[in-house]
């Protein structure tokens, strides 16, 4: 009947209204009579009544979204501070109000009608209020609002396998972008080649409950080098880490950490504590071990047999020794690259100095952090990250990771030289753009390389042995004689001398930074024929006559014999 107040009295009489007439509050000792339907409660007394409030009903809740300036808007950059005000009506003195933020947080903690809250991790976000009176007597009320939390890109990469190619073949190099939203490509090969694409939205695995920009009360009673894990943030999937988001109550120094399940065999594929070739290992027939609550559980709020077993041992994957500035919500970005996270690794953070995080209670169906007897240092495990070492509470901390968007850039160069390939990311909201280059070496491939041997050559002599014209760029050669290498040269031709009477094997390489040839060939070397002497007779002479001639190579150097009837008229 939306009445706020209702009167008792004579233990069966209800009086309902709106105000309550300038009666005034007295001692509950004057309302002594029980009330039928319960005896063990008053229902007023002589004279008196006793007043019991209704929250009015909620007829409707709108959620507006502004930004810095107090102007509407949908559209935010990453970091930028968002306002959320709700609006209930007819409006309610004393509402409760919770956010889910979207983004695998759950729900807030209360919070008041007007707060802010930054996003540091670009997407589309749909926003939720839950409204309802403080004491939950009404059902909850919902409210919505969709807004785009915009990223430029950053960290764009250009690499290629290797730096030298072959013309006239594929080249494919991978182009790769960490951060950014809604972003279009351009690639310029550096040969009149250009093109433009639209590059795959940035994935980003985050660990952690939603922390807001401001929070109507924060304390925390954390005591110094204390470590805390929280067992329910786990990563649902690998990628890079790139920083952590917090709320803080005091400045000074902390410790960050990502940390990850001490399992005697540990598969990646399926996130168990089992090698990969053996099938999945269940805590007991009855149960699964639950990441959210870091035990075995017949009733797993993930859903998900993550682990085949319970365990309590964790390693420290990396550590990060941080110094909270300022009070209030904070954005620590890590500069250590290649940190990896896989699905299944957990975050936690030590009070190693006066920084403190803010926490809050426990909600229902959460697990709380645990307290294990850790030192946060890389390398270092921890046996009791356990329900034995629960503290009922969820401290205000998230881990953020990128899983880059990539780009494969393939291109065919016809002509040798040097390229550079350029790879320009640009936002298509905030019409920012990152680029980023690299470059390549194109050389022709040898091919059609022919020795061209001589037939004979001629011992103590120099001999030129060429190759034929063939294809290849910043070749050199390798030269073989009867498989003894003898000389490195960038010329095409081998300028030998022969020492030896006998027939030879010439081998050659070429060979330039993308391909290799080989050929071969033979020459026979001899020796010359000097100093041939003839004799003459008038009779004839049937004695062996020798023969040396002035030039022309002879057989192995054999002197020539035979018999001769020399004539001669004199």
């Known amino acids: 009947m939306r009445f706020e107040y209702a009167a008792m009295t004579g233990g069966q ?3 309902c209204g709106q105000t309550l007439g300038g009666a005034a509050p007295v001692d509950n000792t004057y309302c002594s009579a029980p009330c039928y339907g319960d005896a063990g409660e008053k229902c007023g007394g002589p004279e008196h009544v006793s007043v019991y409030t209704t929250p009015k009903s909620i007829d409707y809740v709108t959620l507006a979204v502004t930004n810095g300036a107090g102007q509407p808007a949908k559209m935010f ?14 409006n309610i003195s004393n509402p409760l109000i919770m956010f889910d933020y979207e983004g695998r947080t759950g729900k807030s903690g209360p919070m008041g009608k007007v707060h802010g809250k930054s996003y540091p991790v670009p997407g589309v976000y749909t926003v939720t209020a839950y409204v309802t009176d403080f004491e939950q007597i009404n059902p909850f009320s919902t409210a919505r609002a969709r807004i785009l939390i915009t990223g430029s890109p950053r960290t764009v990469q250009v690499s290629c396998e290797n730096t030298y190619y072959p013309t006239n073949e594929l080249l494919i190099c991978d182009g790769v972008v960490r951060e950014g939203l809604y972003m279009d490509g351009e690639v310029e090969y550096g040969n009149s080649v250009q093109e433009t694409f639209s590059l795959k939205p940035v994935i980003w695995p985050t660990a952690g ?3 807001p920009t401001s929070l109507p009360s924060a304390s925390s009673i954390d005591d110094a080098t204390q470590t805390y894990v929280q067992r329910m943030s786990f990563f649902d999937s690998a990628g890079e880490l790139i920083a952590f988001e917090y709320y803080a109550t005091a400045s000074g120094d902390v410790t960050f950490a990502i940390l990850r399940p001490s399992c005697a065999s540990y598969c990646q594929e399926s996130n168990q504590c089992v090698a990969c070739t053996v099938g999945v290992r269940t805590c007991s027939s009855s149960t699964q071990y639950c990441p959210a609550n870091g035990d075995c559980s017949d009733n797993c709020n993930s859903g998900v047999d993550l682990y085949g077993s319970a365990p309590e041992d964790y390693t420290v994957v990396k550590a990060f020794s941080y110094t909270i500035p300022d009070v209030g919500w904070g954005l620590f970005s890590v500069t250590d690259s290649g940190v990896d996270v896989i699905r299944g690794d957990v975050i936690g953070y030590s009070t190693t100095g006066a920084g403190r995080l803010a926490f809050r209670d426990v909600d229902t169906g959460e697990i709380s952090d645990s307290n294990p007897t850790l030192t946060l240092a890389d390398g270092n495990s921890a046996s009791d990250v356990s329900s034995s070492t629960a503290t009922n509470t969820l401290h ?10 990539g780009v494969k850039l393939i291109n065919t160069y016809t002509t040798p030289g040097t390229y550079s390939i350029k790879l320009t990311a640009t936002s298509r909201y905030q019409l920012t753009a990152v680029l980023n280059s690299t470059t390549v070496i194109l050389q ?17 002599v120099e001999t030129a042995i060429p190759l034929d014209q063939h294809t290849g760029t910043d070749a050199s050669y390798t030269w073989w004689v009867d498989g003894i290498g003898i000389k490195n040269t960038t010329s095409p031709e081998l300028l030998y001398t022969f020492t030896g009477i006998a027939t030879y094997n010439i ?3 070429g060979i330039n930074r993308v391909s290799e040839q080989w050929t071969w060939c033979t020459i026979e070397v001899q020796d010359r024929i000097v100093n041939v002497q003839a004799s003459s007779s008038k009779q004839s002479d049937t004695r062996p006559q020798t023969y040396r001639s002035t030039d022309g190579p002879t057989d192995k150097n054999k002197v020539t014999t035979g018999y001769t009837d020399i004539r001669a008229n004199t």
């Not at 501070?81 to 009506?89: A, G």
């Not at 022709?444 to 011992?459: A, E, H, R, W």
Request: with cysteine; aromatic share 10%; hydrophobic share 45%.
């Open 13 to 15: 009489f209800c009086f």
């Open 77 to 90: 950059a990453a970091d930028e501070e968002v306002t959320f005000t709700v609006n209930i009506t007819p």
């Open 209 to 211: 409950i939603v922390i």
């Open 396 to 405: 205000y901390m998230r881990a953020i990771a990128s899983r880059p968007s």
């Open 444 to 460: 022709d491939k040898i091919s059609n390389m022919t020795l061209l041997c001589p037939t004979f050559g001629q011992i103590n």
């Open 507 to 509: 081998t050659v390489r």
